[in-house]
């Protein structure tokens, strides 16, 4: 006996030191089983216990308020304040319950036994602030009993307590900050009132300006692409190969025809002064190998166009070379760009949830992945009306920018890289500024 009135003096000392109703409630629930055994504990708290919560659970650090658990207990606690039971601590039996609470008490296969003790408040005649429900699978004993009402009221008076405690300790703290708060209430409208520039956020790729588009001069396959991506490109130097066997088979094929041409008119021209009728073909026999001619000139024109080559110096503009051999393409059809590395622009993609009004020259910043510490300044010289659709499946509209004149000594960005444009609008309230998509969405959601 002696152990069990230290447990319950060394209980009372912990309830008289939690400092706030988390740490008490946790105590309650974790701490009594040194004084009364139990398999687990549940705390219910409420005003007069009209509305009851459970606020803690033995060896849970928080309350899960979908499980189904916890939803049973809450509707016990409403079965025994409908039954006028609530005020007294008495064995709870599921044939005292609705039958849904006595078949889901089976259903979670609870303990037998489920003890109601109620925490009164000796200090406001005895009222109810709280329940504690005791699990196990044993009966308590009348000496169990009343030490577990002992404890209700030291629990029931230290809940009290913290509770009016941190009611006063609020009301003070705010009467402390009235001024506070009154400034704060002056101060606010006129700083959402002060005059902000309107910026949105949207990716950025650094892009050729003006290049060279370098395209599948007819219709064929593509044998090899020799220029890899970023090579520096001479004028005339070869990029790319398109299988040329059938152009070379027509070129020997024209080839001949025409020496079979020429080689039928110089017998008729020799043969022209003995027989007249052969005299009369000549003209036919001419025209036949001007056009085997003209034929042949066309295949080798055909057979050279088979080697793609740079008609401007440059950078080569293109991803992996390797993706393009053996696939078919037709004429006009881009294989890579070749571009001057000096002349770039950025390409914007901006999202149409975050598009705000923008005009031509509109000031533009842009921080790239590579040095994104140093922002480089732009001017916005074309914008797109009709959004399209980016790679990830989102609209944007495409804009592009012009490095400013600031940047004009400075080295160019390498045409690839990517990173993020801040472009900048009008100005607008700091109200505006911060709701701006808050009221968009608010207005969508009501149809205004």
């Known amino acids: 006996m002696s152990e069990t009135v230290a447990a319950l003096l060394g209980l009372e000392q912990q309830l008289r030191k939690a400092s706030d109703l988390a740490q008490l409630f946790y105590t309650l629930v974790n701490?009594?089983?040194?004084?009364?055994?139990?398999?687990?504990?549940?705390?219910?708290?409420?005003?007069?216990?009209?509305?009851?919560?459970?606020v803690a659970v033995s060896d849970l650090p928080t309350v899960d308020y979908t499980s189904p658990y916890i939803n049973w207990t809450e509707r016990l606690s409403k079965a025994v304040i409908a039954q006028g039971k609530a005020d007294q601590p008495h064995l709870i039996r599921p044939a005292e319950l609705p039958a849904d609470l006595a078949a889901e008490w089976r259903e979670l296969e609870l303990p037998d036994f489920l003890y109601w003790q109620p925490l009164w408040v000796e200090a406001r005649d005895n009222e109810v602030a709280g329940a504690l429900l005791l699990l196990r699978d044993t009966d308590w004993s009348e000496a169990e009993r009343g030490i577990a009402q002992h404890l209700a009221g030291s629990a029931g008076h230290a809940l009290f307590a913290l509770r009016r405690h941190q009611r006063f300790k609020g009301l003070g703290a705010g009467l402390r900050q009235r001024r506070v708060w009154l400034a704060a209430a002056l101060a606010i409208p006129v700083l959402l009132a002060l005059p902000v520039r309107l910026s949105t956020l949207a990716p950025v790729e650094v892009v050729a300006k003006d290049p060279h588009v370098v395209a599948a001069p007819l219709d064929g396959v593509v044998k090899q692409v020799v220029a890899a991506p970023n090579q520096q490109v001479k004028l005339g130097q070869p990029l790319a190969f398109l299988e040329d066997t059938e152009l070379a088979s027509r070129e020997a094929v024209a080839r001949q025809a025409l020496s079979v041409a020429q080689a039928e008119l110089k017998t008729v021209q020799q043969s022209g002064f003995m027989d007249p009728k052969q005299k009369a073909r000549l003209a036919e026999l001419e025209a036949?190998?001007?056009?085997?001619?003209?034929e042949l000139r066309y295949a080798r024109q055909r057979l050279a166009r088979s080697s793609i080559r740079a008609d401007r110096p440059g950078v080569a503009v293109l991803d992996n070379p390797d993706e393009w051999k053996g696939r078919p393409v037709r004429v006009g059809e881009r294989i890579m760009l070749v571009a001057d590395p000096q002349r770039v622009e950025f390409k914007i993609m901006l999202p149409v949830k975050d598009s705000i009004a923008l005009a031509l020259g509109a000031e533009v910043q842009v921080f790239l992945d590579n040095d994104p510490l140093h922002a480089r300044s732009a001017k916005l010289s074309q914008a797109g009306y009709e959004p399209k659709v980016t790679p990830d499946q989102q609209f944007a509209y495409r804009m592009i920018a012009q490095l400013s004149e600031a940047e004009a000594g400075a080295t160019p960005p390498r045409i690839g890289l990517r990173g993020t444009a801040k472009v900048y609008g009008d100005r607008v309230s700091l109200f505006f500024y911060l709701f701006r998509r808050p009221i968009t969405s608010l207005r969508q959601w009501l149809g205004w």
Not at 288 to 294: F, G, N, P, V
């Open 31 to 54: 701490q009594t089983h040194r004084c009364v055994p139990y398999t687990q504990a549940l705390l219910l708290v409420g005003e007069g216990l009209q509305h009851p919560q459970v």
């Open 288 to 294: 036949q190998s001007r056009l085997k001619e003209a």
